[in-house]
């Protein structure tokens, strides 16, 4: 993420929760004390979001001076010291809880993604994110899904054309959403990937015979149709280079099935909206 887009953010984080000043900190601690404070870990899983704590203490107070043990995609457990930070203690104090927050999310997405691609790391399958994100967030979760060692799907509805069930029958039909997506490229000359999603054997027929989807959406399939929607595809001439996508309803129990069978990814959801944090904590260090 562009960290002059990063700071924006942050400057509304901070404004939600300081505004005209952390007034606990301001009455009990000297502006001119010096101390230091540690990310201490205090659960197992993968660290993510320590680029973006550098971000955040240099916005709010540039003379904070992080000492780092620890990088984003490392594998962590109780007890691990991330970093620590020098300076302000009014600083450290009013920083603690953004830079929480947010490292504490993006570590859980990370963890998750890293569980889930995990099952599947002896395969050629990949596990993707989608835009089930937090407003204001997507850039920071869609990275911590790659520290995880997933891969992104589409940034947002600006980079690639994902037809779904609701365009389909709006357009009137798989043939019917494919051409006008082509020709809505061609006319505003975007050199977008279209993908299709499809909701059965006939929808995926349709779509291979139009020749123009480069990603074709298995959704809600089962394993076995799976293999058998893959076995379809993989053995359509025009349909060789073409990528093929498991979504809906995958979870940690079925995701092998579903690379096993063949798919090139398949995409979560849960990655990003029913993730748990990681536990961590931002405590003082007595000099």
């Not at 280079?241 to 940690?252: A, C, D, K, Q, V």
Request: aromatic share 6%; net charge negative; charged share 25%.
């Amino acid at each position: 993420m562009d960290t002059n887009e990063l700071r924006k953010l942050i400057a509304v984080w901070f404004e939600e929760d300081i505004r005209d000043g952390d007034h606990t900190s301001l009455s009990c601690i000297p502006s001119s004390q010096q101390g230091c404070q540690q990310l201490i870990i205090k659960d197992t899983g993968i660290l993510a979001g320590v680029e973006v704590a550098k971000v955040i203490l240099d916005y709010f107070d540039p003379t904070l001076r992080m000492e780092q043990y620890l990088e984003d995609g490392a594998a962590v457990k109780p007890g691990d010291i991330a970093f620590r930070v020098y300076g302000s203690e009014l600083s450290l104090l009013q920083v603690e809880r953004t830079m929480l927050n947010i490292m504490q999310r993006m570590s859980g997405i990370a963890t998750t993604t890293h569980t889930y691609q995990s099952l599947i790391a002896d395969t050629a399958c990949h596990v993707l994110d989608t835009r089930k994100t937090t407003p204001g967030l997507r850039y920071l979760e869609k990275e911590a899904v790659k520290i995880g060692g997933g891969m992104n799907h589409r940034i947002g509805l600006f980079d690639m054309i994902l037809l779904k069930d609701n365009h389909v029958d709006f357009a009137g039909g798989i043939r019917q959403a494919l051409q006008r997506a082509q020709a809505y490229c061609q006319e505003k000359k975007k050199d977008l990937r279209i993908e299709i999603e499809t909701r059965n054997l006939d929808e995926i027929r349709e779509a291979l015979a139009t020749g123009i989807a480069d990603r074709v959406m298995l959704d809600n399939f089962t394993p076995e149709l799976t293999r058998e929607a893959v076995q379809l595809i993989r053995n359509t001439p025009t349909a060789k280079y073409i990528e093929i996508e498991s979504s809906g309803g995958i979870t940690l129990k079925t995701i092998r099935s579903y690379a096993e069978a063949g798919v090139d990814f398949v995409s979560v959801g849960a990655l990003t909206h029913s993730v748990k944090s990681l536990d961590m904590s931002f405590k003082a260090v007595k000099q």
